[in-house]
């Protein structure tokens, strides 16, 4: 099982991107989603979940009130929202079927993310 995101680029402070996690071959539609980000020279971190429903849980207080997460089964694809970017933000993110902390960490199949560069 693997997923690919995709939408990332080089926004300026204060901008918004909206990121796409697509799933080839399988359905997305019960599969809780989780977003992942890895910042240079830090261990990867859990962004938010997005369960069946479309409902979110944030794993990273700092995207509170910014960052969103839905799902578009007819699409089968995951999003996640990202408002009020901050430089701090800037990192290669990732969607897994997997959520929170434990869970990445026993989790192998990571596609190749895509970069968010917040820079002025």
């Known amino acids: 099982v693997q997923l690919q995101a995709s939408g990332g680029g080089l926004v300026q402070p204060g901008g918004s991107l909206r990121l796409s996690c697509a799933a080839s071959?399988?359905?997305?539609?019960?599969?809780?989603i989780g977003w992942f980000r890895q910042a240079p020279g830090k261990e990867r971190e859990g962004v938010l979940c997005?369960?069946?429903?479309?409902?979110?849980?944030y794993n990273a207080d700092s995207v509170k009130g910014r960052f969103t997460g839905s799902r578009d089964n007819a699409k089968n694809t995951v999003y996640l929202q990202m408002n009020s970017l901050k430089p701090e933000d800037t990192a290669v993110y990732y969607c897994?079927?997997?959520?929170?902390?434990?869970?990445?960490?026993?989790?192998?199949?990571w596609g190749q993310g895509t970069l968010v560069t917040v820079s002025s």
């Open positions: 071959g399988f359905t997305l539609d019960y599969i809780t």
């Open positions: 897994a079927p997997v959520c929170g902390a434990q869970a990445m960490g026993a989790f192998s199949g």
């Open positions: 997005i369960s069946s429903s479309g409902g979110s849980t």
